[in-house]
């Protein structure tokens, strides 16, 4: 024992060691970081020294990744860090149990699978529900895993078309003065739609089904006074829409359509003091059977681990806001 830290062994094959290691060992650095450790490898022995709690809490983890080689699953970086995630919440779920049911594959020929247990959840939703919303930061893929399942519902002919929608909300710059026409103007709004189209889809395959009217990418505004059957429709960036805007995209919804909608609560561009037509509809539709409610959250962010910590950092901060602004609305409530 050193300085009150243990060190303890933990058996493992030098392939298997090899495998969860990373380039440069750059998993091992994640892990000794993570949990306060440090690790030493020989003759199938990795020595693991710490506390105890972090040295029991580097075994769960190893556990996980050695079972993910064993598996034959890609042991990625964000799989290692949504792992120290579950172990650091004391969870029992394993990163090896996440569903490996394929959605479709990219143009690529890259399987589209949910990575995390919120996204499995969200996938299951959409599976069994009619509507669902999907709320949630950044990099979740709330868009990109509802675009998969509409494209897999489209080739398997569970419904004649797809329709995707933004609200062409004005950022904190003017519409006006973009070059073209009104179409021109609202691209820019729609391009994330149309990036994760061609990803999925391919450029040709979606413009050969545009051109037919079987697909169709426009922005909210356009829905109005239409009715949608046999069709696949997703509203995107819906924390932009007004409580008006969100019921008349709904009460769109025809025979034999699906409809998702998805929104992050933080990124909100409408004016000051308006409310929220995402927040609005959760409260209101919240308990009406055929309706799902999915809440991501930073642990199921699945871009760069650069992008989860800007996530959980915001989250503070925003709770810290919370917590400051309490006592002065309990101070105004006693006046």
């Not at 969860?20 to 000794?32: A, M, N």
């Not at 929220?276 to 699945?302: F, M, Q, R, T, W």
């Amino acid at each position: 024992m050193i300085d009150g830290k243990k060190t303890s062994g933990y058996e493992i094959e030098g392939d298997a060691f090899k495998g969860i290691c990373g380039s440069y060992d750059k998993y091992l650095k994640k892990i000794e970081k993570a949990f306060r450790v440090s690790l030493t490898y020989r003759d199938d022995e990795l020595k693991i020294t710490g506390n105890e709690n972090d040295i029991l809490n580097t075994k769960k983890l190893l556990n996980q990744l050695v079972d993910l080689y064993r598996n034959n699953q890609e042991i990625s970086e964000q799989k290692v860090n949504y792992a120290i995630d579950l172990v650091r919440e004391n969870s029992k779920k394993s990163v090896v149990n996440v569903d490996k049911s394929i959605i479709c594959h990219t143009t690529l020929g890259n399987p589209i699978t949910a990575k995390t247990f919120g996204q499995e959840e969200y996938v299951k939703m959409m599976q069994d529900k009619m509507v669902v919303f999907a709320v949630g930061p950044a990099g979740t893929g709330k868009t990109y895993l509802a675009m998969a399942m509409a494209i897999n519902a489209f080739r398997n002919e569970e419904v004649s078309r797809i329709i995707l929608t933004r609200p062409a909300i004005e950022a904190g710059e003017k519409l006006g003065f973009l070059p073209g026409d009104l179409q021109s103007k609202v691209d820019p709004y729609l391009r994330p739609l149309y990036d994760a189209l061609y990803q999925i889809m391919g450029s040709e395959n979606f413009q050969r089904n545009m051109e037919r009217g079987l697909i169709e990418v426009a922005p909210l505004a356009y829905m109005r006074g239409r009715t949608l059957d046999g069709a696949y429709i997703i509203l995107d960036e819906a924390q932009n829409t007004t409580p008006a805007q969100m019921k008349m995209f709904l009460t769109r919804i025809g025979f034999g359509s699906k409809v998702v909608v998805t929104g992050d609560e933080t990124q909100k561009d409408l004016g000051p003091g308006q409310i929220s037509g995402l927040e609005d509809a959760i409260k209101v539709l919240k308990g009406i059977d055929d309706i799902g409610i999915c809440h991501l959250s930073g642990k199921d962010v699945v871009r760069h681990p650069l992008v989860q910590k800007i996530v959980k950092a915001y989250e503070i901060n925003e709770n810290r806001k919370k917590e400051h602004s309490r006592p002065r609305k309990a101070e105004e409530g006693r006046r």
